[in-house]
């Protein structure tokens, strides 16, 4: 089954009791029982749904995974999957990375005694040269929110197995679509369906999908024990989503493609971040790992201030200032002060986020009008 198929029918089949060819949203707690422990493969809510179960059909379909566990948002499928962890054991990261994740590591998980480092992933020898013997994980961030870094992930996934230790990979910003990780050498490939996968900015979610068996016994522990699971209406809207998730992606790459290279020639740009282009260090590594090279592209104004960055960003109309990325619409942001703010300043700087860079997600709308969206932008800078 090719990829465009995949999303449609991956895990699919009409509702048994109606045909529905949607699988419906099962908005119920809890399910009638035969008799104790004597039940349909559905107890109560919290455990399993078969709104989500269709779901996490579709996802592990998708990424080529035996199983998914989906979750309430993608930063409860991060808190799920570091919860394998005990005291004592160390995790190998990239220092850039999402602001999001960065938080959980280093104020939820490090006071626990779970250590991180936090490496340049691009360069392998860095990686290497991190491990310690206690490392039990390395989480991998391809293309990186927001330098739009490249990571190997073969050689990355190669070197980890080689020491006994799990990869797992975050893989948000290039969807399936994209990239498919576990092909890769990856354990495991997490998302936050809210983005790509949803499409539409109408619904928080996150999932992990595996074939690694203690990797997944721990998922469906976590389910079960804390319970940080989605809804059957927001399992409904990501299933919805992901059904167009290549037309979508098609269209966003060709846009960002046209965007980048206007962003590139424009005398007001001094730099700008995009896989696609040929200068870029990791464009031979995404154009062997990737599909096409994304719907992300990052970039800095010749007035490298804050201040720049804040008028040009209030002055643009198709692209809304606002967190979050992968939606239809194409959206501008400041990760500074938005998305990596509660990375410290000094730790951004060092990684290469500087103060003034801006990200766009580049959504579906015509390329023209978003050009011209950007021109009137420039103007005010």
Not at 138 to 155: A, G, K, M, S
Not at 226 to 247: A, E, F, H
Not at 315 to 344: D, Q, R, W
């Amino acid at each position: 089954m090719k990829f465009n198929t995949k999303v449609i029918h991956a895990g699919q089949k009409p509702e048994e009791t109606s045909g529905a060819v949607m699988p419906p949203i099962f908005q119920t707690s809890t399910y009638a029982q035969q008799a104790p422990d004597v039940h349909k493969g559905y107890d109560y809510a919290r455990v399993g749904n078969p709104t989500r179960t269709a779901l996490e059909k579709l996802i592990a379909g998708i990424e080529g995974a035996d199983a998914c566990a989906c979750f309430g948002s993608g930063c409860a499928a991060m808190d799920a999957m570091l919860k394998m962890f005990r005291p004592g054991d160390h995790v190998i990261s990239s220092n850039d990375l999402y602001g999001g994740t960065y938080r959980l590591f280093t104020q939820v998980f490090e006071p626990f005694g779970i250590s991180f480092s936090f490496v340049d992933m691009t360069d392998p020898n860095l990686v290497e040269e991190a491990i310690k013997p206690n490392t039990k994980l390395i989480w991998i961030e391809t293309p990186t929110n927001p330098l739009l870094n490249i990571v190997d992930i073969r050689v990355l996934t190669d070197l980890a197995k080689s020491r006994q230790i799990i990869t797992v990979v975050d893989n948000t910003f290039a969807s399936p679509y994209l990239q498919q990780p576990l092909t890769l050498g990856a354990d495991a490939v997490l998302h936050s369906t809210t983005k790509y996968l949803g499409g539409h900015s109408d619904v928080i979610g996150g999932a992990v999908a595996t074939s690694h068996g203690k990797i997944l016994k721990n998922l469906r522990f976590q389910v079960k024990t804390t319970g940080g699971v989605p809804g059957p209406m927001d399992c409904y809207l990501t299933l919805r989503g992901i059904k167009t998730l290549s037309v979508r992606m098609e269209r966003s790459c060709n846009n960002t493609r046209t965007i980048a290279k206007y962003l590139e020639s424009h005398p007001k740009v001094k730099h700008v971040r995009y896989p696609g282009f040929t200068n870029h260090p990791g464009h031979s590594i995404a154009a062997s790992q990737m599909k096409d090279f994304g719907g992300m592209v990052s970039f800095t104004l010749k007035k490298d201030s804050v201040e720049s960055a804040h008028t040009f960003m209030s002055n643009t109309h198709y692209f809304t200032l606002a967190e979050s990325l992968g939606g239809v619409e194409s959206l501008i942001s400041h990760p500074a002060s938005m998305t990596h703010g509660s990375i410290p300043a000094e730790v951004r700087r060092k990684a290469g986020l500087s103060d003034s860079l801006i990200r766009i997600s580049v959504g579906i709308e015509d390329e023209q009008d978003l050009i011209a969206d950007l021109d009137r932008a420039f103007e005010a800078v």
